[in-house]
């Protein structure tokens, strides 16, 4: 069946480095992937959204591109700040099931430092 | 943006009781889910609802499980009786349209213990 996978449970960086989120996935049809973010006590909200290989997506300093060769849709962003400290989800949809039912992955945690 | 309410953001149960979690989701939305979220684990996708039938459950989706979204009001989730595994934040979603790649709203969840 579906699954995502996120390999890093916890990255702690310093305010400006870069920062990137693995994501990868595993199905048999054609894959919509998401990055949702989740700010303490918050509900997690969309960051951003791709189905289509090898086209940058971009939303407030993030990015990712989906690489349905590798199957992955990496989250970056080029200078971290503090308000960025949240849960990230990575998430997979597909014409496999009935209706829009979404695979998450365990998320990352990210704790930026001054 | 949108916002998908949820009641209790807390509870906590006895083992063996009723509970019912409320969902108020993005007004013109038409699909509702239910997702479980165990601590330090993936959020796990439990069903999903469309124009008053239940579209797909998971194995989670237990026969203790049951949801609704009578007319204009909230879309529940009951689980009667409650067991101690039903502990978990219970997440709902919300989106206007049904197929894959439509964005889902959530809410902040409700957190259940049952004792």
């Known amino acids: 069946g579906d699954s995502v996978t996120q390999t890093e449970g916890l990255v702690t960086l310093t305010k400006g480095l870069p920062v990137m989120l693995n994501c990868t996935y595993q199905?048999?049809?054609?894959?919509?992937l998401f990055w949702y973010v989740q700010h303490l006590n918050e509900a997690p909200k969309l960051l951003l959204k791709s189905s289509t290989d090898n086209k940058r997506t971009e939303h407030q300093g993030f990015y990712a591109t989906l690489h349905k060769s590798s199957s992955s849709f990496h989250l970056q962003k080029s200078s971290v700040q503090l308000s960025d400290s949240a849960l990230y989800f990575c998430a997979l949809s597909d014409y496999g099931s009935s209706g829009n039912k979404l695979i998450f992955g365990i998320g990352t945690l990210l704790s930026v430092k001054p | 943006g949108p916002k998908v309410l949820q009641i209790p953001s807390h509870q906590i149960i006895d083992m063996g009781q009723m509970v019912t979690l409320n969902c108020d989701p993005v007004?013109?939305?038409?699909?509702f889910y239910w997702y479980k979220q165990i601590l330090g684990q993936q959020m796990e996708f439990l069903v999903n609802?469309?124009?008053?039938?239940?579209?797909?459950k998971s194995k989670l989706f237990k026969d203790q499980f049951s949801v609704e979204r009578p007319d204009g009001s909230y879309f529940t989730l009951k689980i009667q009786p409650t067991a101690l595994e039903d502990s978990a934040v219970y997440f709902c979603?919300?989106?206007?349209?049904?197929?894959?790649?439509?964005?889902?709203?959530f809410g902040e969840g409700s957190r259940l213990i049952v004792v």
């Open positions: 609802f469309y124009n008053g039938k239940v579209m797909e």
């Open positions: 007004s013109n939305h038409l699909y």
């Open positions: 979603a919300s989106s206007l349209e049904g197929a894959p790649g439509n964005t889902l709203y």
């Open positions: 199905t048999t049809y054609s894959p919509f």
